[in-house]
């Protein structure tokens, strides 16, 4: 019996030392345990990853548009054909408008018919001694079908392509219809919004003003 107890105290003395060992010497837990708290890191960096992605590809674009090479990046990134090609077309039309503004007027080309070449070569003439454009271009050999009469007409004719200010559109049309041998003669005009600075220039310094 004396043993046996003295077992059981022994025992019962381990049992109690326990705690006081644990807190003598506290075991930290493994760090296995801990790894959940990495999905957190991992979302900053890939925000961190995402964010820097953003930028690089930012600044290889204001590169490409800054030094002309957004054509060249367009396999890599085809928006910046579409964004920064067409704010540089944008660009340039604008400032040859403003350049063109100082030395040109609004110019157009006038497409009038007539029924022969004397009759072209004639109203041609008229036309630029009046001052009324500053050049008539005659293309000879065309063949016109048209509706008049109530039936299909087919007839050949010559062509006068005129270039003048539009200012003088409705002065050119009254004279076309004062010496043109057709009761309704052909008078069409088309804008002129761009082309060589110098013969637009020249069209202007060519003709009357009103």
């Not at 019962?12 to 060992?21: D, F, I």
């Not at 270039?163 to 009254?174: G, V």
């Amino acid at each position: 019996m004396i043993e046996v107890s003295s077992i059981y105290s022994a025992g019962r003395v381990k049992q109690m030392a326990l705690p006081s060992l644990s807190r003598a010497f506290p075991i930290s837990s493994p760090p296995y345990l801990h790894r959940p708290c990495a999905v957190p890191v991992l979302r900053r960096r890939a925000s961190l990853v995402g964010a820097l992605w953003v930028l690089s590809v930012g600044t290889v674009a204001a590169l490409a548009y800054r030094t002309g090479c957004a054509q060249s990046h367009r396999r890599f990134f085809p928006f910046l054909r579409s964004k920064f090609v067409s704010q540089t077309t944008a660009r340039n039309l604008h400032a040859t408008r403003m350049e063109a503004a100082s030395t040109t007027v609004p110019a157009i080309v006038v497409y009038v018919t007539v029924p022969n070449k004397q009759a072209g070569k004639k109203l041609a003439e008229s036309i630029i001694k009046e001052q009324l454009a500053a050049c008539v271009n005659r293309v000879p050999g065309i063949e016109s079908v048209y509706w008049w009469d109530g039936k299909v007409q087919i007839d050949s004719e010559e062509l006068l392509i005129i270039k003048t200010r539009e200012s003088l559109l409705n002065a050119l049309t009254d004279h076309v219809k004062a010496n043109h041998e057709y009761e309704v003669p052909e008078v069409i005009a088309l804008p002129i919004t761009g082309g060589n600075l110098k013969y637009l220039e020249w069209i202007k310094n060519s003709t009357r003003e009103n």
